[in-house]
């Protein structure tokens, strides 16, 4: 897309954080799973009649000390068993939404991962139909311009991907795109090669978790193989000089999550993440919340942490800010809108 330049306002340090408070936002990388608060595992747990490992909330959340993606992951399903009934998935989203407004979220695509349900017995329907009506009471009573992307689970098999396809084609106008997500070491993105092939001739858009625990060379399958057109995460990129110019030449969108990335000891403290590095050198990264109940911040928390603890400036928030709505599979229309909306902020704060 192309745009009249914009020149961004010199900004006053000590009001950078209300800037990126006030800036409008798209959050491209949210798995609606991990915006469970355990507040509300357990008032679902206690309306489903289901049993809990903890037995309280602070319990629960005093477990919350990762050490990689695999020991997220494993509380991450723990957490999900509580979802039972097509009213569950929509309070579930609805209380993101929630706090996705407070936080100027303009538009948002949110993760989804049907097999996490399905292998529990809940259909396809009850997931996608609580999830599907809470995207549109978003637009309603937030005016948040909400869309869901299906993720297969790449510690699954292929065979289990394409039944899972099956399964919400009936529901193909729900959902706007598939992901891939779950344990990356050992399952890269070419396992998923046939299943990603199939969604592109269905019209379905493409993202892939790639780079977050995993090497470069799982990007690079993620674009060639998968043919994706955002990567999830991407930050191993940066160990790779020629992958790093073909994504800022073909400005490939980085769905970027700070706090995740800390939290999971992808980066040793979020002083050393390399976010500036990425924008620096060109490349269309975001920033986005990843599991935001699991690691301890929404949108603007990671904002407001990763510039505290970096020193990124008020050229890289609106860098970040065009970079996400122009990343999302929003309309070119929707898409000037926001653009509009992002430098109404930027001039305020000028
Ligand atoms: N990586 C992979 N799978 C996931 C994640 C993640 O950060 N969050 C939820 N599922
Ligand atoms: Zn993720």
Redesign the pocket.
């Known amino acids: 897309m192309t745009r009249p330049d914009f020149t961004v306002p010199s900004v006053a340090p000590e009001r950078l954080p209300d800037l990126l408070r006030a800036m409008p936002k798209a959050e491209l990388?949210i798995?609606i799973e991990g915006s469970l608060e355990p507040e509300l595992i357990f008032a679902l747990a206690g309306r489903n009649g289901v049993a809990l490992p903890y037995a309280s909330v602070e319990s629960l959340r005093s477990a919350y000390a990762f050490t990689d993606l695999q020991s997220f992951l494993d509380i991450y399903y723990a957490g999900a068993s509580v979802l039972l009934h097509e009213q569950d998935f929509y309070d579930m989203a609805r209380a993101y939404f929630e706090r996705a407004a407070a936080d100027n979220v303009l538009r948002a695509e949110l993760?989804f991962d049907p097999q996490t349900h399905t292998a529990r017995g809940v259909s396809m329907q009850t997931v996608i139909h609580g999830l599907h009506r809470a995207c549109a009471d978003a637009k309603a009573d937030f005016g948040i311009d909400a869309e869901l992307i299906l993720c297969f689970l790449r510690h699954l098999s292929e065979e289990d991907a394409f039944a899972t396809l099956e399964a919400a084609l009936p529901l193909r106008d729900k959902f706007i795109g598939v992901g891939l997500?779950s344990s990356e070491l050992g399952h890269p993105p070419e396992k998923f090669a046939r299943v990603f092939a199939r969604c592109r001739e269905l019209g379905l858009r493409r993202v892939a978790?790639a780079g977050e625990e995993g090497p470069p060379a799982y990007i690079w399958s993620a674009l060639d193989v998968l043919q994706v057109e955002r990567i999830?995460?991407g930050v191993q990129a940066i160990h790779d000089a020629e992958l790093m110019a073909r994504l800022a030449r073909e400005r490939v969108p980085l769905t970027v999550?700070p706090l995740?990335n800390q939290k999971l000891c992808v980066f040793p403290d979020l002083a050393e993440h390399n976010l500036g590095a990425l924008l620096d050198a060109g490349l269309a990264a975001t920033v986005n919340s990843?599991?935001p109940a699991y690691f301890g911040g929404y949108m603007n928390d990671n904002f407001l942490q990763t510039f505290a603890a970096t020193g990124l400036t008020a050229q890289h928030a609106y860098q970040l800010g065009r970079n996400a709505f122009e990343g999302s599979f929003a309309s070119a229309e929707a898409k000037r809108g926001y653009m509009a909306q992002l430098e109404a902020v930027f001039r305020r704060f000028s």
């Open positions: 990388h798995h993760f997500d978790h999830d995460h999550c995740s990843d599991d």
